[in-house]
């Protein structure tokens, strides 16, 4: 069984706090079709479907970040970069070591 990677239930995203929740079918799902996950700027909200590999769980959660910040700029990115880009994001971040701390402590002038 593959590493169940952690995904938190809350990020920010500029000034916006969005939240993270696992669905057993996300909104805007059309009948019959399985959705992996969806971004929802009306409710500041990521569903990540229940159930999936943990792999497909990060990388839909990745995705979902792009969608994200994609509506939020206007950026207006085509869906194959977004697709793409979070694909790439959950590699990188999937390797990274992080500390155990909510924030990093600030400098002091000497």
């Not at 700027?41 to 969608?67: A, C, N, Y």
């Amino acid at each position: 069984m593959a590493k169940r990677l952690s995904i938190p239930s809350t990020i920010k995203v500029g000034p916006h706090q969005i939240n993270v929740r696992f669905v057993d079918v996300p909104d805007h799902s059309e009948p019959g079709e399985f959705v992996f996950g969806t971004w929802n700027i009306k409710k500041l909200e990521i569903q990540i479907r229940k159930g999936l590999d943990p792999s497909m769980e990060w990388e839909t959660f990745w995705h979902e970040v792009m969608e994200c910040i994609n509506e939020m700029t206007d950026a207006e990115l085509p869906h194959t970069l977004i697709q793409t880009f979070g694909l790439l994001l959950s590699d990188v971040c999937a390797g990274m070591k992080i500390c155990n701390c909510q924030k990093l402590n600030e400098r002091k002038a000497k």
